[in-house]
């Protein structure tokens, strides 16, 4: 399958700093790409939708102020965690969207996992 | 809105038997994709299979088969021949068909699967 790469896997920063998480699809062209989080043990929470050019789409109860989304080309999306907090410690995946008439699926990265000192 | 549930949080089964992982989900459209994904202790997302909702047949990949009744909204996954390493979480998920930032994944809250030597 198709490759997606997370940068960096692990990230360990200060409380107040803020945080970029890079997502590049390596295969393909994606104008859509996603963001999750996850918590140990459960499932992965749907946190933004990024389209290439555009705003991004961030699902209810998720600050768009917190969570800065950036799809500047076709190939790379970035999560920003911003002035992040121990409450923000998590695992961040994040998909880029192939889609072709009749075929749809997410290609996945390996995630990053932020703690928030 | 469309809605999945894994209504079992846990299984176990001993290495070489079959396991049955069920799987039911909610919506009003007629046609979509549904989706059982693995992530093993690495936390890589690994697509295990998929069934398009207008395929009467239901899906095989090697030890992995579903399942899948379209009244009954139902989805689930059997794995044969068990080994090791499918020890992992697994996820149900459905996608509407492809309408770009719109094909978003619901996932169910998965299960976690032991597979005991």
């Known amino acids: 399958g198709a490759v997606v790469s997370q940068h960096p896997s692990r990230v360990i920063c200060k409380s107040g700093t803020s945080v970029k998480i890079e997502c590049r699809s390596l295969d393909f062209q994606a104008t859509t790409m996603f963001w999750y989080r996850q918590f140990p043990k459960q499932s992965l929470m749907l946190m933004a939708t990024?389209?290439?050019?555009?705003?991004?789409?961030?699902e209810q109860g998720v600050e768009k102020d917190k969570f800065l989304i950036n799809h500047a080309s076709l190939t790379l999306s970035t999560l920003t965690v911003t002035s992040a907090h121990p409450e923000d410690s998590s695992f961040y995946i994040c998909?880029?969207?192939?889609?072709?008439?009749?075929?749809?699926?997410?290609?996945f990265g390996p995630g990053t996992r932020l703690t928030v000192l | 809105a469309q809605t999945v549930t894994q209504s079992q949080p846990e299984m176990s089964v001993q290495e070489a038997e079959t396991v049955t992982l069920s799987c039911t989900y909610d919506?009003?459209?007629?046609?979509?994709?549904l989706f059982w994904y693995k992530q093993p202790p690495s936390r890589q997302m690994i697509l295990v299979i998929r069934?398009?909702?207008?395929?009467?047949q239901n899906a095989t990949e090697n030890r992995f088969s579903v399942n899948f009744q379209k009244a009954a909204k139902s989805f689930s996954l059997k794995i044969s021949d068990s080994q090791l390493g499918d020890t992992a979480m697994y996820f149900c998920a459905f996608m509407k068909p492809y309408t770009g930032a719109n094909s978003k994944l619901t996932f169910g809250k998965g299960i976690t699967l032991s597979v005991r030597p």
């Open positions: 919506t009003s459209e007629s046609n979509y994709y």
């Open positions: 069934q398009e909702a207008y395929k009467q």
């Open positions: 998909s880029a969207l192939f889609g072709l008439a009749g075929w749809n699926e997410q290609f």
């Open positions: 990024s389209n290439e050019g555009s705003k991004a789409t961030y």
